[in-house]
């Protein structure tokens, strides 16, 4: 990192931030997610932004002669990562059984080291790590559609005394190709109540489009 910081070298450090910033922020926001285009990218220039500051403060480093106070400029960068990690943590959703947004998440975390990478002046760093980021975002989401995962459930049945017992239900949920984990019954008023804790394998590609 030069201690000299031209106008060139802002312009040219600022422009690959940008690009890589919509690159990467342009898949989500084609999905829809909550932290998009706009998200993506005002997340990495401010990183830039910051570690151009830095580059600023480079002579300022250290401690004066007469001062017993040290200028610590990783701190700066320090604070950058962990004020992502809030925002990151911000866009991550629980939806019962269902998490969402951790990959919206991640991704806020990692154009920020993207843009420390371009604010840094470390440009041949900063574009592979934007194309290693595009292959992890476009390129697995075949891999992951592919993939089998267990999905799980619970179940309540309300049945009359007349009803199929615990191992018939039991028995038909697993001819649905349903794996039953915990079955628990609930008895009154002449009724049965059944919860059952269920899972089955199915492939990314089976579920319905959000």
């Known amino acids: 990192m030069p201690v000299d910081l031209t106008w060139p070298d802002l312009v040219v450090r ?6 890589a910033g919509a690159v990467i922020g ?5 999905h829809g997610k909550a932290a998009g285009l706009r998200t993506t990218v ?7 932004v910051a570690m151009l500051q830095m580059n600023y403060l480079l002579p300022l480093a250290g401690r ?4 017993f106070i040290t200028n ?41 080291v993207v ?13 592979l790590a934007t194309a290693i980021g595009v292959v992890e975002l476009w390129g697995l989401r075949s891999v992951e559609n592919v993939m089998s995962y267990e999905q799980h459930a619970s179940l309540a049945l309300t049945l009359d005394q007349n009803g199929p017992d615990e191992s018939e239900v039991q028995r038909r949920l ?13 008895s009154g008023s002449g009724m049965r109540t059944l919860t059952l804790n269920v899972s089955r394998q199915r492939r990314r590609s089976e ?3 959000a």
Not at 14 to 19: F, H
Not at 26 to 30: A, H, Q, T
Not at 64 to 67: E, G, K, L, T
Not at 77 to 106: K, M
């Open 207 to 209: 579920a319905a489009p």
């Open 42 to 48: 005002l997340v990495c220039t401010a990183a830039s």
């Open 26 to 30: 342009y898949d989500r926001g084609e």
């Open 64 to 67: 004066p002669s007469d001062s």
């Open 14 to 19: 600022l422009l690959c931030t940008l690009i």
């Open 174 to 186: 697993e001819a649905a190709a349903l794996t039953v984990r915990d079955i628990s019954l609930r």
């Open 72 to 112: 610590d400029l990783m701190r700066l960068l320090l604070g950058i990562l962990t004020g992502v990690g809030f925002i990151g943590g911000g866009a991550i959703l629980r939806r019962g059984s269902l998490i969402v947004g951790v990959t919206t998440a991640a991704t806020l975390w990692y154009v920020t």
């Open 115 to 127: 843009g420390l990478c371009f604010g840094g002046g470390q440009v041949l760093l900063g574009w």
